[in-house]
């Protein structure tokens, strides 16, 4: 089944200590993204990668990182999460030769940072 | 930059037509998306405009006007499982970017 994944699904963690969410895709696709989505201020692109070893900024990429060493990953890195991280967070890819066509979105993670 | 204005919340009955406007202001276009997102639950992919004109799919149509940065998305035969936030976005100039309007809220009542 075609299909993006996220783990974990829930999370909840103190301030400052380092957390990793993972994004594993299996259609091979080229583009992944990931997004937080807050009340009021809808999805919101924090970084995105249009294929292995290739990543850019979005629009609010302060206090995350990134890495693509392989095609079908694509790992959320909070080095020191902070209470002003605390989101919905989604995971996306889509195929197209590197441009966006249409996105399949993961189930998302629910962060809580205390 | 971009900016994109969608109403926040819109109401209609069981087998009505519903259109959700999403207007656009941007410094380079590559195409606008329509999502479904039901609560909790992830955003799916509903519709991609990138040429003026409606694109059709069943009960869903999505039209585009560049030149007046304004797109449409009309749901026909509403049904209560319409009931979803519907997020307009933006494909950047560059086209890899991706910039989301802030969603319009449809209830459907019977």
């Known amino acids: ?39 009021g201020l809808g999805l919101r692109q924090i970084y995105y990668s249009m294929n292995v070893e290739v990543t850019d900024k979005g629009d609010v990429p302060e206090g995350y990182k990134v890495s693509r060493k392989e095609k079908r990953n694509f790992p959320l890195i909070l080095e020191s999460p902070s209470p002003n991280q605390t989101s919905l967070y989604f995971c996306a890819s889509s195929s197209g030769s590197g441009s966006i ?7 998302g993670t629910r962060l809580t940072v205390t | 930059g971009q900016n994109i204005d969608q109403p926040t919340e819109m ?33 799916t992919f509903l519709s991609y405009n990138v040429l003026d004109g409606l ?13 007046k940065g304004y797109s449409y998305l009309l749901l026909k035969e509403l049904q209560m499982k319409d009931s979803a936030s519907y997020l307009c976005a933006l494909r950047g100039a560059a086209g890899n970017k991706l910039t989301f309007g802030g969603g319009t809220r449809v209830l459907v009542k019977p």
Request: negative net charge; charged residues 15%.
């Open chain 2, 11 to 43: 109401t209609a009955t069981e087998g009505a037509i519903v259109q959700i406007n999403c207007t656009y202001q941007t410094s380079g276009f590559n195409g606008l998306f329509w999502y479904q997102q039901h609560a909790g639950e992830a955003p």
């Open chain 2, 55 to 67: 694109e059709e799919k069943g009960r869903f149509s999505s039209f585009l006007s560049r030149s």
């Open chain 1, 101 to 107: 066509y249409e996105q399949y979105f993961g189930p």
């Open chain 1, 1 to 39: 089944e075609a299909q993006v994944t996220q783990n974990p699904r829930y999370l909840i963690t103190v301030t400052g200590k380092k957390l990793t969410v993972t994004c594993s895709q299996n259609m091979n696709h080229e583009y992944m993204s990931w997004y937080r989505q807050d009340p």
